[in-house]
């Protein structure tokens, strides 16, 4: 976990506010996620980036945009955040892992609260 | 549409027991089957990973099984220990592999 960060940990905010969940790795990986998890529920693809260039939508997409500052950081933020945006947000990457195959690393999780 | 189901949704067994946790999907094109332990709190964690043609895959005490035929995968774990509670999510990777489709995990409570 320790080469994928996630900032802030933890964050309460109001309906209307825009907030910013940032991701930084060290592993060296082009390619980087951002996923919402929901008690009861899977994890869901909010949008992924495979370089600095390009920027794809996953799933569910609406509500929130991303920008992929440089290789290691990619950011993920609600413009104008509402209540069920409420969620436990997952920043990874994926490159070479268990006997080569390319698997996702996760970092700790970012849980937002939005009021 | 693809879709993994879990079961059981939770689970509660004893320090020292086994227990089996399943696995169903119906993603196509498989790719790839993957195990996550996630404990609370934390991101989650690669356990096993196997692809079309393997049937089992062992890490430590974490047994995993693939049935390509049945789509169906199971993840045995032997002898638990209190660290292992947790969620257990089952992923399957479609096409080229890099489209993750995620089962909701089974939630694993070891007791003394």
């Known amino acids: 976990d320790a080469d994928v960060t996630q900032t802030p940990r933890n964050r309460i905010t109001k309906t209307g506010k825009r907030i910013m969940l940032e991701c930084s790795q060290t592993k060296g990986h082009d390619r980087m996620y951002w996923y919402r998890q929901d008690p009861g529920l899977g994890l869901q693809l909010i949008y992924y980036s495979f370089d600095v260039k390009d920027i794809n939508k996953g799933e569910i997409s609406d509500g929130y945009s991303v920008s992929r500052q440089a290789q290691a950081k990619f950011s993920l933020s609600l413009e104008s955040a509402i209540p069920n945006q409420t969620a436990l947000y997952f920043c990874a990457t994926s490159g070479p892992g268990l006997a080569g195959y390319n698997e996702q690393f996760f970092g700790p999780g970012t849980r937002l609260t939005v009021l | 549409k693809n879709q993994v189901e879990q079961s059981p949704q939770s689970l509660i067994i004893l320090e020292g027991k086994n227990c089996t946790l399943q696995c169903n999907y119906t993603v196509s094109p498989f790719s790839n089957l993957r195990w996550y332990k996630q404990d609370t709190g934390r991101g989650p964690v690669s356990l096993t990973i196997?692809?079309?043609?393997?049937n089992t895959k062992s890490n430590g005490r974490y047994t995993a099984t693939l049935d390509a035929d049945t789509k169906q995968s199971s993840l045995h774990i032997t002898a638990s220990q209190l660290s292992d509670s947790a969620s257990y999510i089952c992923?399957?990777?479609?096409?080229?592999?890099?489209?993750?489709?995620f089962g909701k995990g089974t939630s694993l409570l070891v007791t003394p």
């Open positions: 992923v399957v990777s479609a096409g080229s592999g890099y489209a993750l489709n």
């Open positions: 196997m692809t079309f043609s393997e």
